[in-house]
C-alpha cells in the first residue's frame, strides 16, 4: 500500500484561504509525488463549510490548537466571531481523511489557526507570531500522524523518500 501525505490545498495552487488566494509550494517533491499519486489534498475549513474568502481568524490569546481541542481556547475571527466549531470540525475532517487515504505524513501551510505547525499568530491580529500549532495539525500529531510546515519540505523528504 502507497504511504500517502496530506497536503494543504493552498500549497498546491489552490485559492482557499482566506482571503481567497494561494501559496503555492514548488519543488520538486512535490512534483514527483504528484505523479506517484501520493498527495491527498485538503483545505480543512472548506470541507467544514467555512467559505472563500472569509475573514482572517486566529486563536484567542497566543493558546494553541491542542488547547482549542481540550476546550480551553477558541479560534476567533477579527470581526470577532467564534468559529472554534468549523476549526474543530475541520481538524476531524483532516483527520478522517488521512486515515481513509494512509497518510502518514502531512505538508501544511505554516502561520494558519488549522494547518500552522511551527507557528502561529498571537490571537490580536497584529501580525505577531508565536511558536504553536494550529487546530488541525495538532490533531493529526496527537493521532500519529508526522506533520511538516512548508518551510520543512527537506525534513519530509528525507522521511517520506
Not at 46 to 74: C, D, K, N, S, Y
Not at 121 to 147: H, K, P, Q, W
Request: proline share 5%.
Amino acid at each position: 500500500m502507497i504511504t500517502r501525505i496530506l497536503v494543504s490545498a493552498c500549497l498546491m495552487g489552490q485559492a482557499v484561504r482566506y482571503d481567497g488566494a494561494s501559496k503555492p509550494l514548488v519543488h520538486p517533491a512535490i512534483d514527483r509525488w504528484r505523479r506517484e499519486g501520493r498527495l491527498v489534498t485538503i483545505c480543512p475549513e472548506m470541507t467544514a463549510g467555512m467559505p472563500v474568502p472569509r475573514p482572517p481568524a486566529e486563536i484567542e490569546g497566543g493558546r494553541t490548537g491542542a488547547e482549542v481541542l481540550a476546550g480551553r481556547a477558541r479560534v476567533l475571527e477579527r470581526t470577532g466571531g467564534d468559529v472554534t466549531a468549523e476549526f474543530r470540525r475541520a481538524a476531524q475532517n483532516a483527520l478522517a481523511l488521512a486515515s481513509e487515504t494512509n497518510c502518514r505524513f502531512a505538508l501544511l501551510i505554516d502561520g494558519s489557526p488549522s494547518c500552522g505547525s511551527g507557528f502561529i499568530y498571537d490571537g490580536r491580529f497584529s501580525g505577531e507570531r508565536v511558536a504553536g500549532e494550529g487546530v488541525t495539525a495538532a490533531l493529526l500529531r496527537a493521532n500519529g500522524i508526522e506533520v511538516y510546515s512548508d518551510r520543512d519540505i527537506e525534513a519530509l523528504v528525507a522521511r517520506a523518500g
